[in-house]
């Protein structure tokens, strides 16, 4: 695997709402979830699982789409209406970016898949780990260990 070239910039598609990351992300995903199939208009959606600390939008102002909902909060940019992050109520020491925003996007792999009950019999993700919803939430601190050593 490709190192992250820290730090990244990245965009929506219009521009007009910036982020960066500092930090490497904790583990890399993709979601085969029929939410994320439909916001991203494609067979699974990407995610980079960043430390909050290590993330910041630099320009611009998202807004929130997708669910409205009091769990999870998507932000996108309110112009071209890219989806750029989610943050889930209650845990606000990580922020899940859509990697295909950075300008560099040689260093991504998926290295889990969540959803795989949903997913479209074609889409194949090269992922490590696949799990049929969400693992269980005492098995990501191992996760956030094997993505270490299998991205470095």
Known sequence: MKPIPLPLSGS????????????PPLATSACHCRGCRKMSSSAYSLTAIMPADGFAVTKGDPVIGGLHGPDVHHY????????MFTKPEGMDWFVNVRPT???????????????TSAKLPFAETGAVESFETFPEIDRYQGLVRAYAEWAS
Do not use: A, I, N
Request: hydrophobic share 35%; proline share 3%.
């Open 12 to 23: 929506c598609r219009c521009g007009r709402v910036e982020v960066r990351l500092t930090k």
């Open 76 to 83: 996108f940019c309110g112009h071209c209406m890219t989806w």
């Open 101 to 115: 925003l950075f300008d560099d996007t040689s260093w991504f792999r998926p290295f889990m898949e969540t959803y």
